[in-house]
């Protein structure tokens, strides 16, 4: 009984937000532009502490407005920037007061 307990305190201590999936899929290419980046964690998120940031294939950034939370989901709209390697930088903070990070690319093509 000791030694569930210790496992499940520790596993509590240890949690944290992670990048679960994306769309468009993490390394995937699509057919056209997104219209938006949307983010789903492995747990809810503090909206005013969770930022995305997109770059385009020019290397300016395509993100526009502030990121829509809720729950364990984060999206953010994107303007038209054609074909190429997009790049996508994410920074959250989860309920638990843990922060995590991390980035992707999806190819925008025929």
């Keep these: 009984m000791v030694l569930f307990l210790a496992s499940v305190m520790s596993g509590e201590a240890c949690a944290h937000a992670f990048l679960d999936h994306a769309e ?32 385009g294939p020019s290397g300016q950034r395509v993100d526009a407005g502030k990121p829509r939370v809720s729950g364990d989901r984060m999206s953010i709209s994107l303007k038209p920037a054609g074909a190429g390697t997009y790049h996508v ?21 025929p």
């Design 24 to 55: 468009p899929r993490v390394g995937n290419k699509v057919a056209s532009p997104p219209r938006d980046v949307t983010l789903w964690f492995t747990q809810k998120l503090e909206a005013a502490f969770s930022s995305i940031t997109v770059t």
């Design 89 to 109: 930088n994410w920074r959250v903070l989860s309920v638990d007061a843990h922060t995590t990070d991390g980035s992707f690319t999806f190819q925008v093509g």
